[in-house]
């Protein structure tokens, strides 16, 4: 074979792996909101397959489900909590720490 022609071939078989693979800026976006839309059969694929491959994005993947499935609990459960409110003095002192920041 020659190297015009492997050239070619790994060429075709990359750019290939590049429709069928996701970043992981895609895969994160699609780890975020796979809870909330439905992402369809092809994205799920390609984002499970990504997932298989980088251990960064399966964690992110894997604390975006706790968090979903925590704030869905915290959301139907929170009869036994008391409203969390801050008080005046935090409210300024927080409005204070951040104008400070900003100036």
């Known amino acids: 074979m020659s190297g015009k022609k492997l050239a070619r071939i790994v060429s075709t078989m990359m750019n290939l ?10 895969a994160t976006f699609y780890s975020s909101i796979k809870s909330f839309h439905n992402i369809g059969w092809l994205k799920k694929q390609q984002l499970n397959i990504h997932l298989m491959m980088c251990s960064g994005c399966k964690a992110f993947d894997q604390q975006s489900d ?5 704030m ?12 969390l409110t ?11 720490s951040v104008n400070q920041l900003i100036k």
């Open 66 to 70: 706790l968090i979903d499935k925590s």
């Open 86 to 96: 801050l008080s005046k003095e935090k409210k300024a002192a927080i409005k204070k």
């Open 72 to 83: 869905e609990y915290f959301s139907t459960n929170d009869t036994h909590l008391s409203p």
């Open 17 to 26: 792996m590049h429709k069928i693979m996701l970043s992981c800026k895609q």
